[in-house]
């Protein structure tokens, strides 16, 4: 079992930068993937930034070279970086990991609200 708790959301103004935390605890030494979702009102879920434990950070196009994904292992904590926010990235952001031994279980936070007004 993994639990995660986000935070670091609130109101910001399109141009300003906020960054997003999500601690995990519980069995994080069989984390192999952890990323960040978003779903904005009337719309499905969405990959924002994903980091597995070996291999290079994947992002959405709608915000590459705008966020930046980090994970800190000794604080079992990956960051969103948001840089440049447009009201568009105005949604429910949710940390996801998936992890397991011999089989791969999803784990969600509670999320945590990203509103950018413009």
């Known amino acids: 079992q993994v639990q995660l708790v986000e935070s670091g959301g609130g109101l910001v103004q399109a141009g300003g930068s906020l960054r997003l935390s999500c601690v995990a605890s519980?069995?994080?030494?069989?984390?192999?993937?952890i990323g960040w979702y978003r779903q904005a009102p009337g719309k499905q879920r969405e990959l924002v930034a994903r980091?597995?434990?070996?291999?290079?950070?994947n992002y959405a196009d709608s915000v590459k070279g705008r966020f930046t994904i980090s994970r800190d292992n000794a604080k079992n904590t990956v960051y969103l970086q948001m840089n440049s926010l447009k009201p568009e990235d105005t949604a429910v952001y949710y940390c996801?990991?998936?992890?397991?031994?011999?089989?791969?279980?999803?784990?969600w936070g509670q999320g945590t609200q990203v509103t950018v007004s413009s």
């Open positions: 519980g069995s994080t030494s069989t984390i192999n993937a």
């Open positions: 996801k990991v998936d992890a397991g031994t011999y089989r791969i279980d999803t784990y």
């Open positions: 980091i597995r434990s070996s291999g290079s950070p």
